[in-house]
């Protein structure tokens, strides 16, 4: 086949891909070979390719293709996410654009629009995957509430509910108000703000006796005014006042001693409320009088219950003022805030306002939206256990983090795990199997037959039927599906013991971002030590996050995030995956910049050319030449040497670093040294020796590059030699031995060798002499890389090579080690034109000198400038005076001639 003279990515990767779908290539089923698993980080369902998903599954890609490539059997699995609260959120948004509230449907109703949504918009993402060359086993597309993982997820919460691993509270849940349900901790991202601090006066209630206040004693810091005396908290939300139920004091607090026993007047709400004492509250923070407000803070909350304070909830769930509060009714939160200040202000109830910086807590789901903490029955998933089993096997070095700093993140939350809200107050997702009966008895079942039996034994009447039964409206939180996936994309929670999970697990490699460490990685941990008693994955690859060249993250609201697709469309998938991986190092963030792609795009026409180029040669039956003898031993060295460092490399997880290996050996080795080594002289042919060895070396490069480069390393491999249908470069094993010493050796002249040929292409740029020329080279006492003249005289094209005692007095020289070289020009250089350019430099070097002697004069510079300033000036000095002194003896010499 004729290749064009112009690589077109387009027309090759749409061709390739389509070729590796029908003939199966990225199948796999359990056989005898060494098992390679990576399950896919499942995407949102409904979502969209972005930067994030180009860097992770490039890199799971280029592992597949590679470990396919080493011989093992590679599966990776592909699925996606039903994403709980965005999914309905979306679903929720278009049917108010229809005029639709999601509570005038009945659940049923709305989970039919749920699955419409899902159906029309789902899988959008597997499908731009594959124009990156994502070579997932796409037979096995799994979805996280498909009817496999669905029933995966039923059966471990009744597992572990009967375990009592599970259970219901009443406790402070963190509420996201826009989308109206729980999250964990782990789903609450805190961001420093510039706020305010608002303090606030609460006065004496008129029924406390005061008489003891003006003696109170040293320390106290007591407030009056014609109204009364008050107290000063402080507090960056003065819209919860309406639920304050007490004000509390640290009874170790000397400027506070005259309000114990005191009863305190809520501002603008008239509360009378009363002052407790607990150690909790800092002595340091504001006036070290803090309001309670028991239903919308946590530490709040456990004051309340050790106090017995009532418990007043003021918000509702969508963040607005409920009727539970004497004023405000109905408005938002931060209207309120706003207005309850101006009202406090105006009222005199404010001493004073302050600027603070404090972390507020944002949804990690609805980025735009404050947490509110809530009081809220939900369902909980003790985590103490989980920590305990999933610690050991990352900390002892049987399961590996690349890097590995993370292990230090991992322990410490897990040292400090708390509970997980699993329970979600949403319809989209897997409905909590609780089913209820009476006044809020309730048993766990999987199937809602299995329920009603339990509820009969249970409650001891067997009259009870079906209907009397009603099954919790919560779903569950969507990471308590994807804890399982590397288990239930085999069915091993259904079917444990079966051939796949038996065969494919622990999985091999997982690939993901730092920011799900604790929703996913570790709670995947947990999972597999719990029903597998074996951790899922055997390495964690992090990567970083992708930002702009200017270090922001990219986002859809800066504008700075380029679609992936476009990117394909304008440098190629091979172009993009390669400017991803050139500034992917494992964990540390990627600045993307587009120029990077165009780089990979440059590289793919680099090979593309220098395969038409080899290809175009003609070849004859001749003895070999010598120098191509040389180059084609050095040449198989190199590649040994480099696949030796490569194999270190993923080894080590570093695939940034082996990318830019092999880039190196195919852009500067071969073709910018081996193929000039071997290139026949203009319109002659090649000796078939070494053009048979040159289409190896080719056909093992393309091997090399395919997992980083998979569409143009196919191509190629199908152009070099006569293929069947259905073989691919990626079934083609790349196997090669380490280099021997006496190959290592080689390696090494050859580098000494290309910086003497460097050093007389130095000459002939310096002295405008023509490549075409001829040059004599002399080597001054010994040469003791005789063995290899053949290619320094085709490489540096020489007509002769001396060994000198002594050099001709009108070469020019350089040293290689410890060795001097020397090109004898005689009548090759233009004497007046050398002078000309000496002087000219001469000239600069002199006022540049100036320059430097005139700020070394200057007695502040040198005793008020940091010392390394001046030793590096001084060096420039000196520098430049021997530069002086070397020019001079030249243009004296050239002037001689």
Not at 436 to 462: C, I
Not at 500 to 517: F, G, H, K, Q, R
Not at 518 to 538: N, T
Not at 581 to 593: C, E, H, K, Q, V
């Amino acid at each position: 086949m004729e290749l064009q003279s112009k690589y077109d990515p387009q027309a090759v990767e749409s061709k390739w891909y389509q070729y590796w779908l029908d003939n199966k290539l990225f199948s796999s089923k359990p056989d005898g070979r060494e098992p390679y698993t990576i399950v896919i980080p499942p995407p949102n369902v409904t979502g969209v390719l972005h930067m994030g998903h180009m860097l992770n599954n490039t890199i799971q890609d280029i592992l597949v293709r590679r470990a396919r490539m080493e011989g093992k059997n590679a599966c990776w699995v592909p699925g996606t996410d039903h994403a709980s609260i965005a999914t309905e959120a979306k679903v929720v948004r278009r049917l108010a654009e229809q005029g639709i509230k999601k509570h005038d449907l009945t659940r049923d109703e709305f989970l039919k629009h749920a699955w419409d949504w899902t159906h029309e918009h789902g899988g959008i993402i597997l499908k731009q995957l594959r124009r990156l060359g994502a070579s997932c086993d796409w037979d096995r597309t799994a979805f996280t509430m498909d009817e496999t993982r669905s029933k995966s997820v039923i059966k471990v919460f009744v597992d572990l509910y009967n375990k009592g691993l599970i259970y219901r509270s009443l406790r402070m849940v963190n509420w996201d108000p826009k989308a109206q349900t729980a999250l964990s901790n782990e789903e609450v991202v805190y961001m420093d703000e510039q706020s305010k601090l608002y303090n606030l006066k609460y006065y004496v209630a008129p029924e406390c006796d005061c008489s003891d206040v003006e003696n109170a004693g040293e320390g106290n810091i007591i407030h009056k005014d014609e109204k009364g005396y008050y107290a000063v908290v402080a507090t960056t939300r003065p819209e919860t006042i309406m639920g304050d139920t007490a004000m509390c004091i640290n009874p170790k607090d000397p400027k506070n001693q005259w309000l114990k026993g005191k009863k305190v007047i809520v501002p603008l709400v008239g509360r009378v409320i009363p002052v407790i004492e607990d150690r909790y509250v800092d002595i340091e923070f504001g006036t070290g009088c803090l309001k309670v407000t028991p239903a919308h803070d946590p530490n709040d909350y456990m004051l309340g219950k050790t106090h017995n304070l009532e418990t007043i909830d003021i918000f509702n769930a969508n963040g607005t003022i409920s009727e539970q509060s004497p004023l405000y009714v109905g408005m938002d939160r931060f209207d309120c805030r706003k207005q309850i200040a101006k009202d406090l202000q105006e009222a005199g109830l404010m001493e004073r306002v302050e600027d603070y910086n404090n972390k507020v807590g944002y949804s990690e789901r609805n980025p735009d939206t404050v947490i509110e903490p809530r009081l809220s029955l939900q369902w909980f998933l003790r985590m103490q256990h989980f920590a305990d089993i999933a610690l050991p096997p990352v900390m002892n070095g049987e399961m590996n983090f690349y890097p590995a700093k993370y292990k230090t993140t991992y322990k410490n939350w897990l040292e400090n795990i708390q509970d997980w809200c699993i329970s979600r107050q949403l319809w989209w997702g897997h409905r909590i199997p609780a089913y209820y009966y009476g006044e809020e008895k309730y048993v766990v079942a999987e199937t809602a037959e299995e329920a009603l039996e339990l509820a009969r034994k249970q409650s001891g009447n067997p009259a009870l039927k079906a209907e009397d039964l009603r099954q919790d409206d919560d779903a569950l939180d969507t990471w308590f599906s994807s804890w399982l996936w590397p288990i239930s994309l085999f069915d091993g929670i259904n079917n444990p013991g079966n051939e796949e999970i038996n065969y494919y697990y622990p999985t091999s490699d997982l690939v993901t971002a730092p920011d799900i460490i604790f929703f996913w990685v570790a709670r995947m941990i947990m999972a597999g030590e719990e029903y597998m008693g074996k951790f899922p994955f055997k390495n964690v690859y992090f990567t970083g996050i992708v930002r702009d060249k200017l270090g922001r993250k990219m986002s859809k609201s800066l504008g700075n995030s380029p679609d992936p697709i476009e990117l394909i469309e304008k440098f190629g998938a091979d172009g993009v995956r390669m400017g991803m991986m050139l500034s992917a190092p494992a964990g540390n963030d990627i600045l993307f910049d587009e120029s990077l792609c165009e780089q990979g795009r440059n590289f793919n026409n680099k090979i593309w050319n220098a395969f038409r180029l080899v290809k175009g040669w003609q070849t004859v039956e001749a003895e070999q030449p010598e120098a191509n003898r040389i180059a084609v031993s050095w040449f198989e060295a190199k590649l040994k040497e480099t696949n030796a460092e490569i194999d270190d490399l993923f080894r080590k997880y570093r695939i940034s670093e082996a990318l830019m290996a092999v880039y190196r050996l195919f852009w500067d080795e071969f073709s910018s040294w081996y193929l000039e080594m071997v290139k026949p002289e203009y319109q002659k042919p090649l000796d078939k020796q070494t053009y048979d060895a040159t289409l190896g070396f080719f056909e093992t490069l393309l091997k090399m590059l395919h997992p980083f480069m998979p569409f143009i390393t196919e191509e190629l491999w199908q152009n070099i030699y006569d293929r069947k249908e259905g073989e691919s470069i990626m079934r083609d094993k790349l196997k090669m031995d380490a280099p021997t010493a006496e190959e290592s050796k080689l390696v090494a002249d050859i580098e000494v060798l290309k910086q003497i040929i460097g050093g007389v292409r130095t000459i002939r740029n310096q002295k405008n002499i023509s490549p075409r020329e001829a040059l004599t080279l002399q080597i001054v006492g010994s040469n003791s890389l005789e063995a290899f003249n053949s290619v320094l005289t085709k490489m540096a094209n020489l007509d002769a090579i001396d060994v000198v005692s002594e050099k001709n007095s009108t070469a020019s020289s350089f040293m290689v080690g410890t060795t001097e070289y020397a090109v004898p020009l005689g009548d090759k250089i233009d004497v007046a034109a050398e002078i000309e350019k000496a002087e000219a430099q001469l000239k600069h070097l002199e006022g540049f000198l100036a320059g430097i002697n005139k700020k070394l004069a200057n007695e502040k510079f040198v005793a008020n400038a940091p010392e390394a300033v001046v030793a590096l000036e001084r060096k420039k000095k000196s520098d430049s005076e021997e530069k002086i002194a070397a020019l001079k003896e030249t243009i004296a010499e050239l002037k001689n001639k």
